[in-house]
T-cell receptor, first 107, second 115 residues
Framework: KNEVEQSPQNLTAQEGEFITINCSYSVGISALHWLQQHPGGGIVSLFMLSSGKKKHGRLIATINIQEKHSSLHITASHPRDSAVYICAVHNNNDMRFGAGTRLTVKP | DVKVTQSSRYLVKRTGEKVFLECVQDMDHENMFWYRQDPGLGLRLIYFSYDVKMKEKGDIPEGYSVSREKKERFSLILESASTNQTSMYLC??????????????FGSGTRLTVV
């Protein structure tokens, strides 16, 4: 069993829909990252959080340390949000990654 | 703008060739990492380095070696490329451990095909 599990693996939405991607982990962590990877490969860090909730534009990330669970929400989704979203957990110098969620937003 | 730069976006190599993947960061980060990314498996750590001339094996080091002669440069070497090393390779860097992964920055990736 992977230490970091994401769901769903693939997600297709219509433009404007509210989107939720989930991440569960089984190890102790010091921080959790949400990453975005566009076609072509480059990875961008969206959030790093260790408690509570963070918001940046239409993106919201939450984490529940007790339940070892995090969610990434996208409000008013847009085709440019189409990408792979990766959850990663960090402990000291060790980073563990989920397999990613491929999001496609259709116009 | 801070950057992690990988020398090639796409590479095609023949089986048995020695392959060098280069990564350079301009953030004065201590830690540098090489990952490979395969469908359904996510990113897996090959090697990392926390200082010049230091290296540590990750989860899947077999068939790979690394070199870090200067702080800003971390090279991944495939001694004898094989078709099962066809993958996307990503380099990353970060500040010292214990910082919760602050400043974790990825390169754009190198898509390597071994034929």
């Amino acid at each position: 069993k992977n230490e970091v599990e994401q769901s769903p693996q693939n997600l297709t939405a219509q433009e404007g829909e509210f989107i939720t991607i989930n991440c569960s982990y089984s190890v102790g962590i010091s921080a959790l990252h949400w990453l975005q990877q566009h076609p072509g490969g480059g990875i961008v860090s969206l959030f790093m959080l260790s408690s509570g909730k963070k918001k940046h534009g239409r993106l919201i990330a939450t984490i529940n340390i007790q339940e070892k669970h995090s969610s990434l929400h996208i409000t008013a989704s847009h085709p440019r949000d189409s990408a792979v979203y990766i959850c990663a957990v960090h402990n000291n110098n060790d980073m563990r990654f989920g397999a990613g969620t491929r999001l496609t937003v259709k116009p | 703008d801070v950057k992690v730069t990988q020398s090639s976006r796409y590479l095609v190599k023949r089986t048995g060739e020695k392959v060098f993947l280069e990564c350079v960061q301009d953030m004065d980060h201590e830690n540098m990492f090489w990952y490979r990314q395969d469908p359904g498996l996510g990113l897996r750590l090959i090697y990392f380095s926390y200082d010049v001339k230091m290296k540590e094996k990750g989860d899947i080091p077999e068939g790979y070696s690394v070199s870090r002669e200067k702080k800003e440069r971390f090279s991944l070497i495939l001694e004898s490329a094989s078709t099962n090393q066809t993958s996307m390779y990503l380099c990353a860097s970060s500040l010292l451990s214990g910082t919760g992964g602050y400043g974790y920055t990825f390169g754009s990736g190198t898509r390597l095909t071994v034929v």
